[in-house]
T-cell receptor, first 115, second 114 residues
């Protein structure tokens, strides 16, 4: 089985442009999580989604950031009007079921560089 | 609120020596604890996890960790370091919300010296 796939692996944007990050969870997984890793820091939770629903977006900046997980297709993390501070690695994880014991499987990440 | 503190952002050990990576947590409810490893430019791979039951947890690649409630610790150990263990290690704890909103520590970079 394929693991979590993320693309692109590297993304370069100029300030003010939009960044779209895609995440395809493990086949059959309906729970998706996005995390951001700033340089020299640990991962920070951004948002948790199930199919067609945002369950918890408490870690996501209120402006310019949005996430979706449609019925068909990958989950998308969208950053509008990027700024240099958005430069980071963005990781997606998925799990099969709900629950604290469920293992999250992480993708390889998308490294966003804002010039 | 939950938090994780990893002592030492960089740890160096000689090949064959004991690896000890420290993690302390704070949680208002019984925690679920994890160790992840991240190799350069890759995603995180689960090493081991503690949920309930036996407090000594064995993971992949010869790593193990012991949950000590009295010390609020979950230190990661390996008896003998291998060059391939050089990576960054993250300790993590879940929130008590019924799903895995994972809180990560800031990470410890392990260097293995030949």
């Amino acid at each position: 089985n394929a693991g979590v796939m993320q693309n692109p692996r590297h993304l370069v944007r100029r300030r003010g442009q939009e960044a779209r990050l895609r995440c395809s969870p493990v086949k059959g997984h309906s729970h998706v999580y996005w995390y951001r890793q700033l340089p020299e820091e640990g991962l920070k939770f951004m948002v948790y989604l199930q199919k067609e629903n945002i369950i918890d977006e408490s870690g996501m900046p209120k402006e310019r950031f949005s996430a979706e997980f449609p019925k068909e297709g990958p989950s998308i993390l969208r950053i509008q009007q990027v700024v240099r501070g958005d430069s980071a690695a963005y990781f997606c994880a998925s799990s099969l079921r709900l629950g604290q014991e469920e293992t999250q499987y992480f993708g390889p990440g998308t490294r966003l560089l804002v010039l | 609120a939950q938090s994780v503190t990893q002592l030492g952002s960089h740890v160096s050990v000689s090949e064959g020596a004991l690896v000890l990576l420290r993690c302390n947590y704070s949680s208002s409810v019984p925690p679920y604890l994890f160790w992840y490893v991240q190799y350069p430019n890759q995603g995180l791979q689960l090493l081991l996890k503690y949920t309930t039951g036996a407090t000594l947890v064995k993971g992949i690649n010869g790593f193990e960790a012991e949950f000590k409630k009295s010390e609020t610790s979950f230190h990661l150990t390996k008896p003998s370091a291998h060059m391939s263990d050089a990576a960054e290690y993250f300790c993590a704890v879940t929130s008590p919300r019924g799903y895995q909103k994972v809180t990560f520590g800031t990470g410890t970079k392990l260097q293995v010296i030949p």
